[in-house]
């Protein structure tokens, strides 16, 4: 799957998008999608921090375990999970703009073994549409908890 970004501007200071971002036992009230959350982890939120999050997505649910790999605090964080045959990469930036924060998340999908490499290819064009679509609404779903929590 290709990487892709999306980004959005927030109606709300950076502390408070990251606070939004960094609270997974909250996330399923804040990302539609999210189902439920399990912390595997002590409290706080740093590299190794895992967790399996249940969501729905294109009609489908399913659970992936998930672990912090990146941090850089009140700025940027990395995801990463292994499912189905795919290692993916999820990083979130955030930074201050026009009175409030630039959010953006990059998104990638790479085949784990090298037999799945070119359906990769071929489904990855397929997903890319759906995949943009639920990265933005993960995305609005953030910004509306983060602007209503200012």
Partial sequence: MNAMTVSRHVDAPPERVWT???DLEHSPEVVRAIQSVEIHTSAGFDVGTRWTET???MGRTA???MEVTAVDPGRSYVVEADSGGTHYRSEFRIAPAGGGTALT???EGQ???LGGRA??????RLLSR???KALVADLDDIAQASAQGS
Avoid: D, I, N, Y
């Fill in 55 to 57: 969501r729905t997505m």
């Fill in 63 to 65: 659970s992936e375990t």
């Fill in 119 to 124: 359906a990769a290819a071929t489904l990855g």
């Fill in 130 to 132: 759906p995949t943009r």
């Fill in 20 to 22: 939004v971002l960094t």
């Fill in 105 to 107: 998340m990059s998104f």
């Fill in 111 to 113: 085949p784990s073994g």
